[in-house]
């Protein structure tokens, strides 16, 4: 047979045991081609891209209109890094 508790243990020292006895929340870094959130060291499941190129051909494995939603997003993407990079001259400023 196993020892007996000689005092009960109180609800607040049991708890400062527990304590670190919680599920962490991954650490995510961001896509370098697509932006999407990503496990270090990890193929971007969303583009395929690891490390600036690409390992998986995402499109290949999408069916047909899939592959057309998928496209369109990409294209939205892109157009909105371009306008991050050279914003448009106002009529003000020459």
């Given amino acids: 047979m196993g020892g007996v508790p000689k005092k009960r243990h109180t609800k607040s020292s ?8 919680f599920l962490k929340s991954p650490s995510l870094s961001k896509c370098l ?3 999407k959130d990503v496990l270090p060291h990890r193929v971007c499941a969303a583009c395929g891209y690891y490390k600036g190129r690409e390992v998986i051909n ?3 494995k999408l069916d047909r209109k ?5 496209e369109k997003e990409i294209r939205d993407h892109e157009k909105e890094g371009a306008k991050e990079v050279a914003p448009e001259k106002t009529e003000g400023s020459k």
């Fill in 14 to 21: 049991r708890n400062q045991r527990r304590m670190h006895l």
């Fill in 33 to 35: 081609k697509c932006g």
């Fill in 58 to 60: 995402v499109m290949a």
């Fill in 66 to 70: 899939e592959r057309k939603s998928k």
